[in-house]
């Protein structure tokens, strides 16, 4: 007789907040700010697709498992906007950009997201 893996119930919000800690703290991506109905959406889906019974399975393939997280962020993620992810280019610009622009009276910014 074939086993069958536990199908588990939604995360709560504890929980999200959880492997959104993890993601963060582990890979400096910050989802926090995201919408928390599509994010609870799209990681209740890349459980059940990747046959993850517990989000503590989850969490320990986030930290220790590199390439998991890659597969994980594309699983998750609207891929259209992803210079918003892109933890380097933030930083590049705290760096190189952000203080070039403050040495100005005034400066005007578009972009079309």
């Known amino acids: 007789m074939a086993s069958l893996k536990m199908i588990r119930a939604d995360i709560n919000k504890e929980e999200l907040g959880d492997i959104l800690n993890v993601v963060k703290n582990y890979h400096g991506?910050?989802?926090?700010?995201?919408?928390?109905?599509?994010?609870?959406r799209r990681v209740n889906k890349f459980l059940e697709d990747n046959q993850l019974g517990t989000v503590y399975e989850l969490k320990n393939k986030l930290i220790n498992e590199p390439n998991y997280f890659h597969h994980f962020l594309?699983?998750?993620?609207?891929?259209?906007?992803?210079i918003f992810r892109d933890a380097n280019f933030y930083k590049s610009m705290r760096e190189h950009v952000i203080p070039i622009l403050a040495s100005y009276p005034k400066f005007n910014i578009w972009h079309a997201g």
């Open 74 to 82: 594309q699983t998750i993620t609207v891929n259209v906007t992803e």
């Open 29 to 40: 991506y910050d989802f926090f700010d995201y919408s928390k109905a599509s994010l609870t």
